[in-house]
């Protein structure tokens, strides 16, 4: 740093001879206005800063040694960290709460004791709750109602799974000799016999027993063998018009047509005794999609019927027997290229077991039970009309008179099991 540096202030003097003499000039020629009515003037340009005396130039004993100003910076630093070392190391006032005395509770004077501290270590509290003075205890099960549950409900499938089997099988719940006669249908008061005999009959090797009844014995108990048909299953429809349009169709194409609409709408295009007769049958419809359902007639246990239970016996027989029969013939005679008229022999054989058939059915017509007899007559129509058929077909060998006799047939196989799910006694 130069020490002979020094500050000069200029002043002009005739700047301020000629602000004197102007401010003169307006205070002599002008008389005084009042503060409101002086005009209101922006000089334009500031006059100059004047002082009224001389100002010293600053003077200091450091500014020329500046070793000297930097020792004197140290020396206040260090007398400001000594201040603040002695003001840290001054002890803080503790300030304690007063001890409340709670007694020889072990509870709370060891919970008290965790609290005293230092001042100066941070304290981390423990919580202390009460313990429970009250026991609650939860009781066990009941065993007794264990016990009457699981047998409750054993007891009641049981019943259930029995009642399901009863109603599949054809056998009532009840034996027929426990039932009373409040129970018994107004149909069993036809007949005035009751007789337990048993009778084998010809056909089929089948057992028949009638049963014991005081009315009447309407009750009639069958040990008959069930019997299978295959059926070619033309499709499934969810309405009747769809059905009965399927069925028209399949006629006028001169093809053989049965429906069934008991649980749902089914429409059948064929039927054979075994399932490779089915699938023989099904190459006579290429140009179709037909499935193979199998159609079982079970025999129930026990039947309303009015006549004994031989004659139910010998009508099942012959018309199994019969119904099969025809169908053997008929399929024969579709496998062929050209259809042609039966041998004496098997014209014969099939004309024999319709005469059979006709009189156990002229006999079942008289003892058949009101309850499903419009389905027994409609299964004597339908097996005559095959037999007709068969007969039409030995004079004029055409494929027509075979698909009618199919159509039958079929119809004949779906009122015969409708016919014994009316008739069966629960």
């Known amino acids: 740093m130069n020490q002979k540096a020094r500050i000069t202030y200029r002043f002009d003097g005739s700047s301020s001879q000629r602000a004197a003499k102007s401010i003169a000039n307006h205070t002599t020629d002008q008389p005084e206005r009042p503060e409101e009515d002086k005009p209101k003037v922006v000089p334009l340009f500031q006059e100059e800063l004047k002082f009224a005396e001389d100002i010293a130039p600053w003077n200091s004993p450091f500014q020329d040694d500046p070793f ?95 009642m399901v089997l009863s109603l599949f099988a054809g056998q009532s719940v009840w034996p027929a000799g426990e039932a009373s006669e409040e129970s018994v249908p107004a149909a069993a008061e036809q007949s005035s016999q009751t007789s337990t005999d048993t009778i084998t009959p010809e056909q089929g090797g089948a057992a028949a027993v009638e049963a014991e009844n005081p009315v009447n014995g309407a009750f009639v108990q069958l040990q008959l063998p069930s019997q299978t048909y295959y059926m070619l ?87 199994d027997s019969l119904i099969r029969m025809l169908n053997d013939l008929t399929i024969l005679q579709l496998e062929q290229e050209m259809p042609a008229r039966f041998g004496e022999a098997a014209e014969a054989a099939w004309k024999e077991t319709h005469q059979l058939w006709t009189t156990s059915a002229s006999v079942m017509q008289s003892s058949t039970a009101e309850q499903g007899k419009a389905e027994f007559e409609q299964l004597v129509r339908a097996v005559n009309t095959a037999a007709v058929s068969l007969g039409e077909f030995n004079k004029n060998p055409s494929r027509a008179h075979l698909w009618t006799a199919q159509s039958a047939l079929m119809e004949a196989v779906l009122a015969q099991k409708a016919w014994l799910e009316q008739i069966v006694a629960l």
């Open 68 to 162: 000297a100003l930097e020792k004197l910076i140290r020396e206040t630093e260090q007398a400001r960290a000594s201040q603040n070392v002695e003001k840290a190391q001054q002890p803080d006032e503790v300030h304690r709460m007063p001890v409340i005395d709670l007694g020889d509770d072990k509870q709370y004077s060891s919970w008290y004791d965790n609290i005293r501290t230092d001042g100066k270590t941070p304290y981390k509290a423990r919580t202390v709750f009460p313990e429970e003075r009250i026991h609650r205890y939860k009781a066990g099960p009941s065993w007794y109602k264990v016990f009457a549950s699981v047998a409750g409900a054993i007891a009641t499938g049981a019943l259930f799974g029995y």
């Open 233 to 319: 299953q033309f499709g499934v429809f969810s309405n009747e018009e769809g059905m009965e349009a399927a069925v028209s169709g399949l006629k006028q194409q001169g093809l053989a047509a049965a429906a069934e609409s008991v649980s749902d709408n089914r429409v059948f295009a064929g039927i054979a005794n075994d399932r490779n007769q089915a699938l023989a049958l099904s190459n006579e419809l290429r140009d179709m999609e037909v499935y193979i359902k199998p159609i079982e007639i079970q025999a129930p246990l026990t039947v309303l019927f009015n006549g004994d239970a031989a004659t139910f016996a010998e009508f099942a027989g012959h018309t």
